[in-house]
């Protein structure tokens, strides 16, 4: 089978896609798929990796992809192409039967390249457009997770529009304030990997975390700073089309781990930079039929939000309360030697190997049945 891995991209997580796609690669099986490497850089441009770029890190666990910019290599896309005519680099056309993305945050899981992969017609792991788009944006994710009877973080909407008036401005702190309180957690809508999010134990840090947040989007969120304990699950699979023949289309959760960040929250450098900067804790430190109903509303919010393929359901349970809040959904999670998603999966039975070769299994799948679908009249 012809596998294109596509990596870096246009994102505050380029730099984590590069080790992300890394891990991945080491972990497709090659005897069985020939993998093409596609490398996208910060400016947007697709250049066609060689292979000794997939040879080098296969024999070094801990290198990560670097991206060689080759004008004779350049990628571009053939709308309509399919799998048999999917890119065309220096007048060659390269096919692919199935593309697996690496890539986080904007441009990458946000429903923008699964529009693109879409248009190509050719099937791709992880979550469709629709999918994409609304777990990037965590406004309307918390809203129709709220619809589906499931408990999230309390928290306020503030647009860019809103800074345009000073008394606005003034109006949704003293809100936060008076309605949630401090401490409050400030964070961009639609960032990824805690870019633009900040801790505010008071006013001036408040009015200091959300012109930063301002600085990542055009909206954010004025969170409840939950004493929380971090919870994750892996699910995959595509609770809209399983019918019971192919187990890897079952809806499925894995899990759930806990992470105890050693930083003042699990940030930026504590997810990616510093390898002890939380204690990841698979199970979770849970009673079982606490980890049950982990578990269970994982999968709750994935079918409520047709989700496909894979996704990381993050949850906050309460230190004081007990009470569990759903916090975010990553359709594209990492998948670097520290992340949870992998690490989750294979505690529970499913190795890395395996869960590359399910992830893809499901791509295909989805798409042939997708495709059986009527389109037109004629």
Not at 248 to 261: N, V
Not at 292 to 317: M, N, W
């Amino acid at each position: 089978m012809n596998v294109t891995l596509i990596y870096g991209g246009k994102s505050g997580e380029h730099e984590i896609s590069l080790v992300s796609a890394a891990a991945v690669a080491r972990h497709i099986d090659t005897s069985k798929h020939n993998l093409t490497l596609i490398a996208i850089t910060k400016a947007g441009k697709w250049f066609l990796q060689d292979s000794a770029e997939l040879e080098r890190i296969k024999s070094d666990e801990k290198a990560h992809f670097e991206i060689k910019e080759d004008a004779s290599n350049e990628v571009f896309v053939i709308p309509g192409g399919g799998k048999e005519r999917t890119f065309i680099v220096n007048g060659k056309t390269i096919s692919a039967d199935v593309i697996f993305p690496v890539l986080h945050g904007t441009y990458g899981e946000d429903g923008t390249i699964q529009g693109l992969f879409e248009m190509v017609d050719v099937p791709y792991v992880g979550c469709g457009v629709m999918a994409g788009s609304i777990t990037m944006d965590k406004e309307k994710t918390k809203a129709l997770l709220e619809q589906a009877g499931i408990p999230v973080v309390p928290g306020i909407c503030m647009r860019r529009s809103d800074m345009s008036n000073w008394k606005v401005w003034d109006e949704y702190m003293e809100k936060a304030q008076k309605e949630i309180g401090f401490p409050l957690f400030v964070k961009p809508c639609s960032a990824g990997s805690s870019d633009g999010a900040n801790l505010a134990p008071d006013l001036r840090h408040l009015n200091y975390a959300m012109m930063e947040a301002f600085n990542w989007d055009d909206k954010i969120l004025i969170e409840k700073a939950i004493n929380a304990r971090e919870v994750e699950c892996s699910v995959t699979g595509n609770p809209t089309t399983y019918d019971g023949k192919n187990d890897f289309e079952k809806l499925t959760a894995y899990g759930p781990g806990e992470i105890a960040p050693k930083h003042e929250f699990y940030d930026y450098d504590a997810k990616y930079n510093d390898p002890d900067g939380a204690d990841l804790l698979i199970p979770a430190n849970l009673p079982e039929e606490r980890l049950e109903e982990v578990r269970t509303l994982a999968k709750k919010a994935f079918a409520a939000l047709d989700l496909s393929g894979l996704s990381r359901v993050d949850f906050f349970i309460d230190k004081d309360t007990d009470k569990i809040y759903l916090n975010e959904i990553n359709t594209l999670p990492g998948f670097t030697q520290i992340s949870m998603f992998p690490k989750m999966c294979e505690k529970f039975g499913l190795n890395f190997t395996d869960l590359t070769e399910l992830l893809m299994n499901e791509a295909i799948a989805r798409f042939n049945t997708t495709r059986k679908l009527q389109t037109s009249r004629d």
